[in-house]
């Protein structure tokens, strides 16, 4: 068999608190059950899964499994935008889902038990999803990196660095991200920000979060983005102006239940191209793994990479067109 026709799995053996490695054999024995032999190699630092990508596809393996969670499925995405072996379509990406916020596979309808999400790789339901480009400063040098499901600004960003101190330290709950942003809220205040959305000013305000998703859920199955599609060629933008601490609080399960919009304070917004700029600078996180700080650049390219779905999602895409 053709290296094309095999699959290359890339574990990350720290992901879901150690998931990834204790549950190898399992997921591994399911793959053989159900006819799927990879080649598979362990992650061992932070950006490994980027290089590892890189060298998968230039050494002719067109079919990548992530067994990890949202940061080493971003990573894998960097890493196809990196090579220059083939067009980024031309590999087909499938997730075995082993992390805690696992937010990129409540979008394509992936299971989280791994039996169902391998039946979904047999299958092989494919979908083009869009991918933005994100440019951002890091130690006063402008860098840019690939987003595959939501990037968040602002208070998002600092719940985020706050979530992923707590995980170094070795801190493990379900409930951790929850109280992170708990703790945020305490301490975090708006910012002054100006947004344009091609080309248009739309947001000159203080502002206390944004989110731009390609994708819907994010912080562990937030809705921050509930109306976002995956390839219509367009970023939503969530925007949620000066808010109390009291009002955060009150409001927070509209978060989580898809009625975001419904509040006052929060707008929304589409478009191709996106610009943020702040007084003073704020932090971002893109794919749930922290960044550098504004300003930033937000363009979307289209239907850039091809990923395994549930056949349900396209069932819903489908229903949704008609």
Not at 37 to 65: C, D, M, Q, W
Not at 192 to 199: A, F, L, R, Y
Request: no cysteine; hydrophobic share 40%.
């Amino acid at each position: 068999m053709q290296e094309q026709d095999r699959w290359y799995a890339i574990v990350n053996p720290v992901a879901g608190s150690g998931k990834g490695l204790t549950d190898w054999p399992l997921i591994s024995k399911l793959l053989r059950d159900h006819g799927i032999v990879p080649t598979y190699v362990f992650t061992e630092r932070k950006y490994h899964a980027i290089e590892l990508a890189v060298e998968a596809v230039n050494s002719g393996y067109r079919k990548i499994i992530v067994v990890g969670g949202d940061g080493t499925i971003h990573e894998v995405v960097n890493g196809l935008f990196i090579q220059k072996t083939v067009p980024t379509q031309d590999v087909l990406l499938a997730v075995i889902a082993v992390g805690t916020g696992n937010d990129w596979i409540r979008m394509f309808g992936i299971p989280r038990k791994y039996s169902e999400a391998i039946k979904a790789i047999v299958a092989g339901h494919s979908f083009l999803q869009d991918v933005g480009v994100i440019s951002y400063y890091h130690a006063s040098y402008k860098q840019s990196r690939y987003m595959a499901n939501v990037a968040g600004v602002g208070f998002d960003a600092f719940v985020n660095r706050k979530y992923n101190h707590l995980k170094e330290e070795g801190r493990r709950s379900k409930w951790l991200y929850l109280w992170s942003a708990f703790k945020a809220v305490l301490t975090y205040s708006s910012t002054g920000v100006k947004i344009w959305v091609d080309d248009q000013l739309v947001v000159n305000d203080l502002v206390y979060s944004a989110t731009v998703g390609i994708g819907r859920y994010n912080g562990g199955g937030m809705l921050q983005t509930p109306n976002a599609v995956a390839d219509d060629g367009l970023f939503d933008l969530t925007v949620i102006r000066r808010i109390s601490k009291l009002g955060v609080i009150a409001r927070f399960s509209a978060l989580y239940d898809g009625s975001i919009y419904k509040i006052k304070k929060i707008s929304l917004d589409r478009g191709r191209k996106i610009r943020i700029e702040s007084s003073p600078e704020i932090a971002i996180e893109v794919d749930g793994e922290a960044l550098g700080y504004s300003p930033f650049e937000f363009q979307v390219i289209d239907r850039a990479i091809r990923v395994v779905v549930a056949e349900r999602f396209l069932a819903e895409q489908r229903e949704g067109e008609a």
